[in-house]
């Protein structure tokens, strides 16, 4: 019988979010959960719901599948990670990441 172990859940989310190099509040920020819910879900203290986990997964650019079993993305669709990481900047950074674009159109950069 298969059941969630959500000790692994949690640890392979923390291990995700550290991997981006995200603050706890910055994941609660992007996937408008409560203070302290993440830390709870991380710990295994509270159990996380469907929409929780795909509120999360789409904050840390990630599938299902890789929190709840620990398997590896095989391919990323370059839109939505693009995308994904564009919402996780701040207005500067998006500015600068248009402008590093606009300069691999322009050929400037090979």
């Given at each position: 019988m298969s059941y969630?172990?959500?000790?692994?859940?949690?640890?392979?989310?923390?291990?995700r979010r550290h991997q981006l190099g995200l603050k706890q509040w910055q994941v609660i920020?992007?996937?408008?959960?409560?203070?302290?819910?993440?830390?709870?879900?991380?710990?295994?203290?509270?159990?996380?719901?469907i929409d929780v986990l795909l509120r999360l997964c789409d904050a840390l650019d990630t599938t299902p599948d890789c929190i709840l079993l620990?398997?590896?993305?095989?391919?990323?669709?370059?839109?939505?990670?693009l995308e994904s990481r564009l919402r996780r900047m701040d207005a500067k950074q998006q500015k600068l990441a248009l402008d590093i674009m606009d300069?691999?159109?322009d050929n400037k950069i090979n």
């Open positions: 969630v172990d959500y000790k692994k859940v949690g640890q392979r989310l923390a291990a920020e992007m996937a408008g959960l409560s203070d302290k819910y993440l830390s709870n879900i991380e710990r295994a203290t509270s159990k996380i719901s620990g398997t590896t993305e095989k391919s990323e669709d370059v839109s939505a990670a300069c691999i159109l």
